[in-house]
Nanobody
Framework: QVLLVESGGGLAHPGGSLRLSCAAS????????MGWYRRAPGKQRELVAL??????TNYADSVKGRFTISRDNANMLYLQMNSLKPDDTAVYYC??????????????WGQGTQVTVFS
């Protein structure tokens, strides 16, 4: 199994920056994709950015050019958030997917970290 722990959320003003981190433990070597999702108040959880094997990345249109997802090894995932807007306020979740037991594809979630952007 894989355990994910996020950190780095907090408060920021519009135009400011925050960096989220996600540490994976357990069978992290079996992770194939990792990503960041968010849930804003009153809205459904949505994909923010995805990182897949081979260096493939994908971003929601709303964050393109402002957010950057990166992985520095098999165990850490980051989300650099620049030019923050009030609409970025949400709980951000780290996600990892892969055949953690060696055969069956599954996904796990972190506990979430709050990001609040206010004037």
């Amino acid at each position: 199994q894989v355990l994910l722990v996020e950190s780095g959320g907090g408060l920021a003003h519009p135009g400011g920056s925050l960096r989220l981190s996600c540490a994976a433990s357990g069978s992290a070597f079996r992770i194939k994709t990792m990503g960041w999702y968010r849930r804003a108040p009153g809205k459904q959880r949505e994909l923010v950015a995805l990182s897949a094997s081979g260096g493939i990345t994908n971003y929601a249109d709303s964050v393109k050019g402002r957010f950057t997802i990166s992985r520095d090894n098999a165990n850490m995932l980051y989300l650099q958030m620049n030019s923050l807007k009030p609409d970025d306020t949400a709980v951000y979740y780290c996600n990892a997917a892969g055949p953690f037991d060696g055969t069956t594809w599954s996904a796990v979630w972190g506990q979430g970290t709050q990001v609040t952007v206010f004037s």
